[in-house]
């Protein structure tokens, strides 16, 4: 009952853009901080971005500051996270999740504070 589905992967050229959508249900947006991760062959997980639930903040991971915006649609319970300027290095699996734990973005995404995964939605940048 307490789910999230992402969307929006596919396969994209070098410098190309894509927006990931995470729609969440069974619970409401508002109480949750939410962040994107992605995981990628021969290597760990990692956080990409995160916002909290309270202040909004938002944190991106040094590789993908710039290219990379996270938001969020409390009254559509989805997230978003629009990738431009893509490159073969972000090729992965990427993953929502959701706590409902009082944290920051920041810590949530460099200690991966994830209560509730998505199943994940394929990325693959290449020529």
């Known amino acids: 009952q307490l789910q999230l589905v992402e969307s929006g992967g596919g396969l994209v050229q070098p410098g190309g853009s894509l927006r990931l959508s995470c729609v969440v249900s069974?619970?409401?947006?508002?109480?949750?901080?939410i962040g994107w991760f992605r995981q990628a062959p021969g290597k760990e997980r990692e956080g990409v971005s995160c916002i909290s639930s309270s202040t909004g903040s938002r944190y991106y991971a040094d590789s993908v500051k710039g290219r990379f915006t996270i938001s969020r649609d409390n009254a559509k319970n989805t997230v978003y996270l629009q990738m431009t300027s893509l490159k073969p290095e972000d090729t992965a699996v990427y993953y929502c999740?959701?706590?409902?734990?009082?944290?920051?973005?920041?810590?949530?995404?460099?200690?991966?504070?994830?209560?509730?995964w998505g199943q994940g939605t394929q990325v693959t940048v290449s020529s």
């Open positions: 069974g619970f409401t947006l508002d109480y949750y901080a």
């Open positions: 999740a959701a706590t409902r734990r009082f944290t920051t973005a920041q810590t949530m995404c460099v200690f991966l504070k994830g209560d509730y």
